[in-house]
C-alpha cells in the first residue's frame, strides 16, 4: 500500500474511534476526515464534495419534507383506532399493534411514528395492566424492520441505492427490499410477540397497590411567598408521601434536609420528588407552590415532553449552564432518565441523549422544536392528541405520497426527482409552510452523508476497498454464503459502534468489490450491506428510535442486548438465505 491509502487507512480508523468514543458529532467527525484527505490531495476537491450533489443526499432531503407533511395534517393520528386492537393476551395484541406500524415505517420516516404512537403505547399497556416496557422496544423494532421493506422506508436504503448509480450499476427498485425486508418483519413480530414478552423486562407498573403508573420522573417545586404552608413541617403539609410520588428531599440554598425532618419549611424552599410525573401538575395545582423555575407568573403553562437527541446542544450540559430558559424559550419542570434517578438538583443535572424532559412553555412550542429539529427526536404536547386533522390538506398529503410511490415504483422517474416533487406540493398546497419544511431537513444527517460519500471516493480511489474485500475472499473457499455472512456481521457491528449511514458508506464499496471477484450479481451484496446496516437491534445507540424508547420504558442497555441479539441473528439468516436463492 502506498502512502495515500495508509494515510486512509488511518482516517477511518480514526473517525471510528472518535465515534466510538463520542468525541463530537457524527458529521463533524466526517467532515474533518474529509478535510484532512483533502488537503494532503488524496482526493481532489471535485471527488471530496462530489457527495453533496449525489441524488440520494436530494432524496434524503426530500424524504424528510415528505414526512413532515404527513405528520404536520394530522394522517398518522388518525391510524390510531386501527393500530391499537382488543385482545385477551400480550401475544395476541402485539401483532396487531406492530403490523401496522412496520407497514406505515416501509412508506413514512420512522422517526415520527415512533414518537407519535409512545404516549398512546404507554397508555394502552397502563389500561390493561401491561408494563410498558414490554411493548415499546417491539414498536421501535417494528419500525426498524418495517422501514427495511421498501427503498424510501429508511435513508440506508436510500445511500445504498445512491452508491450504486454512482458506481455504475442498476439502482434498487422501490419494492426490491421487499424480497428480504417482508421476512425480517414476519421473523421480529413473531419473535417479539411470543419469547421476546418473556425476555423484556416488566418495568413501569409500579407492584405497590392496584394503580398503574409510568416511569418515574425527577422533578422539583417550590414553596411561595406568604403560603400557607410556611411555617410547618413536610409532613404536617400532607408532602411526604403523594399517592403518585414521594418527596426526596427538601433544598435550602445548599442546605438539604429530609422530608421527614422537623425542619419547617419556609419562602423558596425547594421541594424535590420521585414518582409519576402526574403528581407535579396535583402540586402546580395547590395554593403556595410553584414552578422551581418561574417562568410565567399567573398563568398555567402548556406542558410538553420532548426526547434529548444524541445531537442536540444539551448533551453533557446542565440546564443552567445551557441557559436553557434563554436558548429554547420554555423551563424544564422535571426529567426522566432511561433507568436512573436523578439526584442533583435539575438546574445543575447533566443532560444525556435519550433523556425525556417535561417543558412548559406557551403555545406552539412543538411548532418551534419539531420531531425533525436537531435538539430533540420529539416534542409531543402531554395530554393533547398532537396535530390537528385538516381532511383537505391530509388528502393532498396522502395523494403525494401515493404519487410518489407509483412513479417510483414504475420506474417512471429517479426517486429523487419524484421525492422532490412531492415534497413541493407539500409545501404549494400548504400541508406545511416553507418555514417548517427548512426545520424538517435535517442538515446533520444531509452533511453526515454528503462527506461519507466524498470519504467513500477515497476508499475506493485508493485500492482500500479491494484491499478489506480480498480479506473477506479468504472465506470464500467456504463458499458465497459465508462471504455474505462475513459481510453481513462486519457491517452489523460497523452500525451497532459508529451510525447506520456511515456502515452502508463504508461497507458498500468492498460489497461491489467481493460481488466482482465472486462474479456475483452486485444487488446481492448492496442488499447485504442494506440490510445488515439498518437491523441496529442489539444496542440503544445505533438507531434513534432505540433510545427515543429507552427512557419511557426504564430499560437498560442489557435489556437491549438480550432481545437485540437473537432479533438480530433471526434477521441475518432470513436475509441471507432471501439473498443467495434470489440472486446468487
Not at 435519550?354 to 417543558?359: E, M, P, R
Request: glycine content about 8%; some cysteine; aromatic content about 8%.
Amino acid at each position: 500500500m502506498d502512502a495515500n491509502t495508509w494515510l486512509t487507512l488511518a482516517t477511518v480508523f480514526v473517525i471510528a474511534v472518535a465515534l466510538v468514543r463520542d468525541w463530537a458529532r457524527p458529521d463533524q467527525i466526517f467532515l474533518a476526515g474529509l478535510g484532512v484527505l483533502l488537503v494532503f490531495g488524496v482526493v481532489t476537491p471535485q471527488e471530496a464534495f462530489s457527495g453533496f450533489a449525489n441524488p440520494a443526499v436530494i432524496a434524503i432531503g426530500a424524504l424528510f419534507v415528505v414526512a413532515a407533511g404527513i405528520e404536520e395534517t394530522g394522517v398518522l393520528r388518525t391510524m390510531d383506532r386501527f393500530i391499537f386492537g382488543a385482545g385477551r393476551t400480550l401475544p395476541r395484541m402485539l401483532p396487531r399493534f406492530l403490523a401496522p406500524v412496520a407497514f406505515l415505517s416501509a412508506f413514512i420516516n420512522n422517526t415520527p411514528i415512533v414518537a407519535m404512537l409512545t404516549q398512546p403505547v404507554q397508555k394502552w399497556a397502563a389500561r390493561r395492566g401491561i408494563a410498558p416496557s414490554k411493548v415499546l422496544i417491539p414498536l421501535s423494532y417494528a419500525a426498524i424492520a418495517g422501514g427495511m421493506m421498501t427503498l424510501i422506508g429508511t435513508s440506508t436504503n436510500v445511500i445504498v441505492s445512491g452508491l450504486l448509480t454512482q458506481q455504475g450499476h442498476e439502482s434498487l427498485g422501490l419494492f426490491e427490499l421487499t424480497w428480504t425486508g417482508l421476512p425480517a418483519v414476519i421473523l421480529v413480530i413473531a419473535f417479539v410477540s411470543t419469547v421476546g414478552t418473556r425476555l423484556l423486562p416488566k418495568r413501569g407498573l409500579r407492584e405497590a397497590g392496584a394503580r398503574k403508573a409510568l416511569p418515574e420522573w425527577t422533578f422539583e417545586v417550590r414553596v411561595r411567598g406568604r403560603s400557607s404552608i410556611v411555617g410547618r413541617t413536610a409532613v404536617q403539609a400532607d408532602l411526604e408521601s403523594l399517592a403518585a410520588a414521594e418527596m426526596v428531599h427538601v433544598r435550602r440554598g445548599d442546605f438539604v434536609f429530609a422530608p421527614t425532618s422537623p425542619e419547617r419549611l419556609q419562602a423558596g424552599d425547594v421541594l424535590a420528588f420521585k414518582g409519576d410525573v402526574s403528581a407535579l401538575e396535583d402540586l402546580l395545582e395547590r395554593p403556595g407552590l410553584e414552578p422551581s423555575v418561574p417562568f410565567q407568573a399567573g398563568k398555567a403553562l402548556p406542558l410538553y415532553e420532548a426526547v434529548v437527541s444524541d445531537t442536540s446542544y444539551l448533551v453533557g450540559k446542565s440546564l443552567s449552564g445551557a441557559r436553557f430558559r434563554e436558548r429554547y424559550g420554555a423551563v424544564v419542570l422535571a426529567v426522566q432518565r432511561k433507568n436512573a434517578r436523578v439526584d442533583a438538583p435539575l438546574g445543575r443535572v447533566p443532560i444525556k441523549a435519550g433523556d425525556l424532559l417535561l417543558v412548559g412553555a406557551r403555545e406552539g412550542y412543538t411548532k418551534r422544536w419539531n420531531a425533525s429539529s436537531e435538539e430533540f427526536y420529539y416534542v409531543a404536547a402531554r395530554g393533547k392528541s398532537g396535530k390537528r386533522f385538516n381532511r383537505r390538506k391530509a388528502f393532498v398529503a396522502l395523494a403525494a405520497l401515493v404519487l410518489m410511490i407509483c412513479v417510483v415504483g414504475a420506474q417512471l422517474v429517479p426517486l429523487s426527482a419524484a421525492a422532490f416533487a412531492a415534497a413541493l406540493i407539500m409545501i404549494v398546497s400548504g400541508c406545511l409552510t416553507m418555514d417548517r419544511a427548512r426545520r424538517a431537513l435535517d442538515l446533520q444527517v444531509l452533511m453526515l452523508v454528503a462527506a461519507a460519500l466524498g470519504l467513500g471516493q477515497a476508499v475506493a480511489k485508493t485500492g482500500l476497498t479491494d484491499s478489506v474485500a480480498d480479506v473477506l475472499m479468504g472465506l470464500s473457499g467456504l463458499g458465497v454464503a459465508t462471504v455474505l455472512v462475513a459481510l453481513y456481521l462486519t457491517t452489523n457491528v460497523l452500525t451497532e459502534l459508529i451510525t447506520h449511514k456511515a456502515a452502508a458508506v463504508l461497507m458498500l464499496p468492498v460489497a461491489l468489490a467481493l460481488a466482482a471477484q465472486l462474479g456475483v450479481e452486485p444487488k446481492a451484496f448492496a442488499i447485504t450491506v442494506a440490510v445488515a446496516a439498518a437491523a441496529s437491534f442489539v444496542t440503544p445507540v445505533g438507531y434513534q428510535t432505540n433510545l427515543m424508547v429507552m427512557a419511557a420504558g426504564q430499560y437498560r442497555i442489557r435489556d437491549y442486548l438480550r432481545i437485540g441479539l437473537p432479533v438480530s441473528l433471526l434477521v441475518m439468516t432470513g436475509t441471507i438465505l432471501v439473498i443467495f436463492f434470489k440472486w446468487v
